[in-house]
């Protein structure tokens, strides 16, 4: 099995330091673009359904699912990079900021997701990574590749994920963002306690959320929040999906990340849906987690001029690869 590559052999002590500088105006100039396009996108939705035929509001809804459910992608990329303390310079933008302003109004939790992330990088492709159940099984059949990606849009992927965090929360399951399914014990647990766990658990959910909420009736416009819950189960799933076949499916069983990790080549389609905040540089985000979303691009071409990457495939090619078996 081939050995895990060494940063200090690719970069040296400054492009290191170079890279791994980090940016308080940048964590909030992402986190603050990522939120004013979901409020543009509302009131984009408002003015379409007081202006336009009815068809012309259809097309417009479908599209503004679309850019939300790539809105919320993106906020748990933003959230995914504040738990490797890379979205601000300062500890407090990324354990408290990020977290009430990005991975709550998810259903998620920068403290619980940091320690299971990890595994993942420690782990990468092996028996226990916790997110293999993300990308096992392909190669797979393009009809059955098909089913999977009609569950995820059609809602049933996003019900079922909304069903396991009740039972995360209510301490029912154990906590995880993959798919592998694991029971806790509940000896000894009294009928009041799966309700307690499940507000301490849920609380700062169900708090943005409802501020969420708040806001848009404020606006005489309340039935948009049925639009961010209808985009939360269906297009989300879907590009979480895809953005993770891109990143781990059909690679080898190896400890170098040069080898079971993908970069993807994304351009601005890509950028809106599947791939916010230059999460397609993954390779380069194995290598090196502590690089911001900013410097990836950069470390890129530095791994690229040392013929270290391949010209990255597109995300229809890596449908392609993964869906190849006959």
């Known amino acids: 099995m081939t050995t895990k590559t060494k940063i200090t052999e690719i970069f040296t002590r400054a492009e ?12 909030a100039w992402a986190v603050g673009s990522t939120w004013a396009v979901i409020g543009l996108t509302f009131a984009a939705l408002a003015y379409a359904r007081e202006h336009l035929p009815l068809w012309g509001f259809v097309l417009a809804l479908l599209l503004g699912l679309l850019i939300i459910g790539g809105r919320q992608l993106c906020l748990a990329i933003l959230q995914h990079d504040a738990a490797h303390g890379t979205l601000f310079n300062s500890k407090w933008g990324n354990e408290v900021l990020a977290d009430w302003l990005c991975a709550r109004p998810l259903w998620n939790d920068v403290s619980k997701y940091r320690p299971y992330h990890l595994v993942h990088h420690a782990k990468t492709s092996s028996a226990q990574d916790p997110d293999l159940s993300l990308v096992s099984g392909f190669p797979t059949t393009r009809l059955s ?8 849009i059609s809602g049933l992927t996003g019900l079922k994920f909304v069903l396991g965090r009740v039972l995360m929360d209510a301490g029912l399951l154990k906590w995880t963002v993959a798919n592998d399914v694991q029971r806790l014990p509940q000896e000894g647990r009294r009928w009041w306690d799966y309700g307690l766990d499940f507000a301490a658990n849920s609380g700062g959910m169900l ?3 409802a501020l969420l909420l ?13 639009v961010w819950l209808l985009a939360y189960v269906t297009p989300f799933p879907l590009l979480v999906r895809i953005r993770s076949m891109a990143e781990h499916a059909c690679l080898e069983d190896s400890r170098d990340t040069l080898r079971n990790t993908r970069s993807t ?4 389609l890509a950028r809106i849906t599947v791939a916010p905040l230059r999460v397609n540089f993954h390779i380069e985000h194995h290598l090196m987690a502590s690089v911001p979303y900013f410097r990836l691009p950069q470390m890129h071409q530095l791994l690229r001029e040392r013929g270290l990457v391949p010209t990255p495939p597109t995300y229809l090619a890596v449908l392609q690869q993964v869906s190849q078996r006959r």
């Open 214 to 226: 708040a806001l848009l009736w404020q606006t005489g416009e309340a039935w948009l929040f049925g």
């Open 265 to 268: 080549a994304a351009g601005w």
């Open 16 to 27: 290191i330091q170079q890279l791994t500088a980090r940016s308080d105006w940048m964590g």
């Open 207 to 209: 708090l943005t959320n």
């Open 145 to 152: 590749l098909l089913r999977k990606l009609l569950r995820d």
